[in-house]
């Protein structure tokens, strides 16, 4: 996979691209990651890239010029021309303004073959580049944050890791929060829980017992389906815990049901 971010602080991501799974996979040749400079593509004496909004406001808006030229010298084409021959390359447009990013959206980017990363600075984005150059616009959450370099380099490592052979463990990405119900078979017999679109069921390790605090006897009891029945039941506990809404977007089935009852009347 091929990844562009086009970027007024190039230096910002010398730390994000050169640690971890990120790092590993450019070494390995799996991911190609070219930061871009968009200053280089502002040609007046002092390199301007932002300007005032037309109809007044407060701060100052990137303009289009260099964003357009910076893309387009890449030779991914037009947004026009990469929907007609369903390319397998998108330009986002990192925006408050954009879909929400998630698991999903990163499953779906990582089957692409190229993707370009635009930052977003200051006030916004001229309007054009969203409407007429990027195929998508995508934010991290619901807050506001100074640019587009932070939710980049996030996209970035959750597409990556989803790369075949990123990670040391590929099943590992298959059971964690937010991913869809897939779970791992080892050695014939189902031993591990998928998320299912919860969020992950808790983990423990050595030594069993650390300040008083004991690691579930189920947990090291050998009992696959005992060991299934508790993280699932975790994980469902935990979701209502902390993200009830998930509840709403997952498919549940009878058990999961009988568990939350459980759940709700041992909290009541």
């Known amino acids: ?58 701060g100052m808006v990137l303009k289009p010029e260099p ?11 037009s947004r026009e021309e990469r929907l007609a021959r369903s390319s397998k390359t998108s330009v986002v447009l990192l925006s408050a303004q954009g879909k929400q990013f998630d698991q999903s959206v990163a499953a779906e980017l990582v089957t692409l073959e190229r993707i370009v990363l635009i930052c977003g600075r200051y006030e916004g984005v001229d309007e054009r580049v969203g ?19 932070l939710g980049s380099a996030v996209i970035v490592d959750c597409v990556t890791r989803l790369i075949p052979g990123a990670v040391g463990n590929e099943a590992s990405t298959r059971q964690e929060s937010f991913t869809a119900n897939q779970p791992v078979t080892v050695e014939g017999a189902n031993s591990t829980c998928g998320s299912g679109g919860l969020l992950d069921y808790p983990h423990y390790t050595r030594p069993a017992e650390f300040r008083g605090m004991a690691v579930p006897e189920v947990l090291a009891s050998g009992n696959h389906d005992e060991i299934r ?23 549940l089935s009878d058990e999961d049901k009988k568990l939350l009852a459980q759940n709700q009347g041992e909290e009541n």
Not at 67 to 77: D, H, P, Q, R, S
Not at 134 to 149: T, W
């Open 1 to 58: 996979m091929k990844i562009d971010i086009v970027t007024i602080f190039p230096d910002f991501f010398r730390g994000p691209l050169d640690y971890g799974i990120i790092r590993r996979a450019r070494e390995a040749g799996l991911a190609t990651i070219t930061v871009h400079d968009l200053r280089a593509f502002a040609h007046d004496r002092h390199r301007t890239v932002d300007d005032r909004p037309f109809g007044g406001g407060e």
């Open 67 to 77: 964003i357009f030229e910076c893309v387009e010298g890449l030779g991914v084409g």
């Open 131 to 149: 409407r007429y150059l990027a195929d998508r616009e995508l934010s991290i959450g619901d807050y506001v944050l100074s640019g587009g370099e």
């Open 229 to 251: 029945r508790w993280r699932r039941r975790s994980a469902l506990e935990k979701t209502l815990r902390n993200r009830p809404d998930l509840l709403q977007e997952t498919a």
